[in-house]
């Protein structure tokens, strides 16, 4: 019921429905191009298409009364960015001890231009030793879903190349705060 009345929702909104279920019972989501906030909503609405129970983390401001339940209720996991918390780590453990988890990492990290992906995603996919799946909202073409899993091999350089040939030609609703699909660590590997 829930996934019909997605499905009829974005067709009524004029979006199109693209790629086929993930099939991983865990996963790290990356959601892009992020530049609206209208990203959220879209990407629960596209979840339900697909009929996919999805987490997903965003700052901690957010979680506060009246809306915080409703974001919990959502599938939200509120991140305190200012506290000196290994993030990652805390991701890695809870993915491990799940049977089944949809994990969704914002790798831009904000809707503004960033020079930089947020390496988060990339880092506890490796280490807790599952895919990274892409998903999408083209607004240039009104289209959204999902792509094909990469497994993450450590290396760097080349595991981001597939997500810049993935997103090619894909568009925020925002099209100029799409920043670059890049890690620091590209720029500076560590030995």
Request: positive net charge; proline residues 8%.
């Amino acid at each position: 019921m829930k996934q019909r009345f997605a499905r009829w929702l974005l067709r009524l909104l004029g979006w199109q429905i693209e790629g086929i279920r993930p099939e991983h019972p865990r996963f790290v989501l990356i959601a892009a191009p992020h530049t609206s906030n209208w990203d959220l909503p879209l990407m629960l609405a596209f979840a339900a298409a697909f009929n996919l129970k999805i987490s997903w983390m965003a700052k901690h401001s957010l979680f506060f009364p009246p809306m915080g339940w409703l974001m919990r209720a959502m599938g939200g996991m509120p991140i305190v960015r200012h506290e000196n918390r290994n993030v990652v780590d805390e991701m890695v453990d809870t993915m491990q001890s799940a049977q089944a988890l949809i994990l969704v990492v914002p790798t831009e990290g904000t809707r503004e231009h960033a020079q930089y992906w947020k390496s988060g995603f990339y880092h506890i996919a490796r280490k807790a030793e599952v895919p990274i799946v892409p998903s999408f909202l083209d607004f240039s073409q009104k289209r959204g879903g999902f792509g094909p899993a990469l497994v993450p091999t450590g290396n760097i350089s080349q595991d981001m190349q597939y997500f810049r040939d993935f997103y090619q030609g894909m568009e925020g609703k925002f099209p100029g705060q799409f920043g670059p699909i890049r890690l620091k660590e590209e720029d500076n590997p560590t030995p």
